[in-house]
């Protein structure tokens, strides 16, 4: 089965992916990309902890959630990846990861200088690294639940260069 949702959220796990998009997706693991979280064995257990029994979860690093994604004997389960910036997603697709889509839920960065929508805050950086992304044929689109509207990515960048 294809990965279900590419998301990038900094919150990770939280009640939006619990309550809305785990039932609007049917996923059946859950994989969070984060290397700090791998690291901390005690966020981990936090994490594990708000995942439903009936959902698989794998917390690991970028490079090692990328291997466990390209191997095919795996390919049965619907996937949920959830990661904290676009910078893991480019790191996941560059490693090979097929994905072709991307959901921007909630994040800002340090340097936030740029207003994407209510949940999505970036700076010059970010949105360099969110134009590579668009280059490696990735659609990617803005939605905090599963029951809004997706925004185009690249629409936004239109109208933000005609204002």
Excluded: Y
């Excluded at 900094?10 to 969070?32: C, F, K, M, N, Y």
């Excluded at 936090?46 to 291997?67: H, M, N, Y």
């Amino acid at each position: 089965m294809p990965i279900v949702l590419v998301r990038v959220d900094d919150r990770l796990v939280h009640g939006q992916i619990l309550e809305g998009w785990l039932p609007s997706t049917g996923a059946q693991e859950v994989l969070v990309a984060n290397d700090a979280l791998a690291a901390d064995p005690v966020q981990t257990m936090i994490v594990q902890s708000a995942v439903p029994f009936s959902v698989r979860l794998v917390v690991d690093t970028v490079e090692r959630i990328a291997a466990l994604l390209m191997q095919p004997e795996r390919n049965q389960l619907k996937r949920m990846v959830l990661i904290e910036s676009p910078v893991d997603a480019l790191r996941l697709k560059k490693a090979g990861v097929p994905f072709t889509t991307l959901n921007l839920g909630n994040f800002k960065t340090e340097e936030s200088t740029v207003c994407l929508s209510r949940t999505v805050l970036v700076g010059e950086s970010v949105l360099a690294t969110l134009r590579d992304i668009i280059d490696q044929g990735v659609q990617v689109h803005i939605q905090s639940v599963p029951f809004e509207k997706p925004l185009d990515l690249v629409d936004i960048w239109e109208s933000l260069a005609g204002t």
